[in-house]
């Protein structure tokens, strides 16, 4: 009989975490417990295996398993121009008015960029707009390194781009005839891509656009109210934050914010 995601108790929660964070640094204590307890026994039932107990037997014999988990962990899901109304206010509204009063460098940064969907439409769209990295630079931070990694190599699947039009299809992406797809190489040299983890990583400098969507969601409370802190303290005055269209801001994060748009969950620092 498979395992019920209420089979994993808090006490298992707590002997994951404590052995991912001492594998891969990451610390998942502060996520999300159902979250956690969903994925956990999801992963245990592909196997498929009865018992936790087993499970953990289960990963001291194979050395692969406990990467396995992480993956499970960090769920990868995207696409180009994912929720694409918001894309679009981010081509007609906010990149124009960017480019119109900065003068300097303007600088994006997408946290939880999982394997570059999100941080390549940024690089599409202005280079449809024709700005280069002389004007713009594009960092894109994840926790996950086989996610990045696949980003740096920015080859995809189909059903990933079926939100672009043919035309953009054909201008960014080399395609062979097995339905995969090659993104162009100036757009991808246009991204820088980092090992991050946003609620403990290292200072990456101030931007004027950060995106963060679909990372939230996972975490608890508390986690949620760190996150954003630090989201909008890397934000310059004026800057952009856009979360995902199913995330709510904490309270507290709002004070400093005001809404753009609260359906396509778009935001700007006003102090
Ligand atoms: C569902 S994907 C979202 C991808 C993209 N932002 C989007 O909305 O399409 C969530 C990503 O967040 C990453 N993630 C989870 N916790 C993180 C953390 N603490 N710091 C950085 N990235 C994190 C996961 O590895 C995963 O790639």
């Given at each position: 009989?498979?395992?019920?995601?209420?089979?994993?108790?808090?006490?298992?929660?707590?002997?994951?975490?404590?052995?991912?964070?001492?594998?891969?640094?990451?610390?998942?204590?502060?996520?999300?417990?159902?979250?956690?307890?969903?994925?956990?026994?999801?992963?245990?039932?592909?196997?498929?295996?009865?018992?936790?107990?087993?499970?953990?037997?289960?990963?001291?014999?194979?050395?692969?398993?406990?990467?396995?988990?992480?993956?499970?962990?960090?769920?990868?899901?995207?696409?180009?121009?994912?929720n694409p109304?918001?894309?679009?206010?981010?081509?007609?509204?906010?990149?124009p008015e960017?480019?119109?009063?900065?003068?300097?460098?303007?600088?994006?940064?997408?946290?939880?960029?999982?394997?570059?969907?999100?941080?390549?439409?940024?690089?599409?769209?202005?280079?449809?707009?024709?700005?280069?990295?002389?004007?713009?630079?594009?960092?894109?931070?994840?926790?996950?390194?086989?996610?990045?990694?696949?980003?740096?190599?920015?080859?995809?699947?189909?059903?990933?781009?079926?939100?672009?039009?043919?035309?953009?299809?054909?201008?960014?992406?080399?395609?062979?005839?097995?339905?995969?797809?090659?993104?162009?190489?100036?757009?991808?040299?246009?991204?820088?891509?980092?090992?991050?983890?946003?609620?403990?990583?290292?200072?990456?400098?101030?931007?004027?656009?950060?995106?963060?969507?679909?990372?939230?969601?996972?975490?608890?409370?508390?986690?949620?109210?760190?996150?954003?802190?630090?989201?909008?303290?890397?934000?310059?005055?004026?800057?952009?934050?856009?979360?995902?269209?199913?995330?709510?801001?904490?309270?507290?994060?709002?004070?400093?914010?005001?809404?753009?748009?609260?359906?396509?969950?778009?935001?700007?620092?006003?102090?």
């Open positions: 009989m498979p395992i019920s995601f209420s089979d994993i108790t808090l006490e298992h929660i707590d002997k994951f975490s404590r052995m991912l964070r001492k594998h891969y640094d990451i610390d998942f204590s502060g996520y999300n417990p159902a979250f956690l307890r969903r994925r956990i026994a999801g992963r245990i039932n592909r196997i498929p295996l009865a018992s936790v107990n087993q499970y953990y037997k289960y990963i001291e014999d194979s050395p692969d398993e406990l990467g396995m988990l992480l993956q499970n962990l960090t769920i990868n899901v995207s696409e180009f121009m994912r109304e918001v894309f679009d206010i981010i081509g007609v509204d906010i990149l960017l480019i119109a009063n900065k003068n300097n460098l303007i600088r994006f940064w997408t946290a939880g960029c999982s394997k570059g969907e999100e941080p390549y439409s940024l690089a599409i769209i202005l280079s449809k707009m024709g700005i280069g990295s002389g004007k713009a630079e594009i960092v894109a931070t994840d926790i996950d390194e086989i996610a990045l990694k696949k980003a740096r190599r920015g080859i995809y699947k189909r059903t990933s781009l079926k939100n672009l039009s043919q035309n953009d299809r054909k201008i960014f992406f080399k395609n062979s005839d097995d339905g995969i797809y090659k993104i162009e190489r100036k757009i991808k040299k246009s991204v820088i891509f980092k090992k991050h983890n946003i609620l403990t990583g290292s200072d990456l400098g101030k931007f004027d656009f950060i995106m963060c969507r679909n990372v939230a969601i996972y975490f608890g409370k508390e986690l949620q109210v760190k996150m954003y802190r630090r989201l909008i303290d890397d934000l310059y005055i004026g800057g952009y934050l856009i979360i995902g269209k199913s995330e709510v801001l904490p309270k507290c994060s709002i004070k400093s914010l005001s809404t753009i748009t609260l359906e396509h969950r778009i935001y700007r620092k006003v102090k």
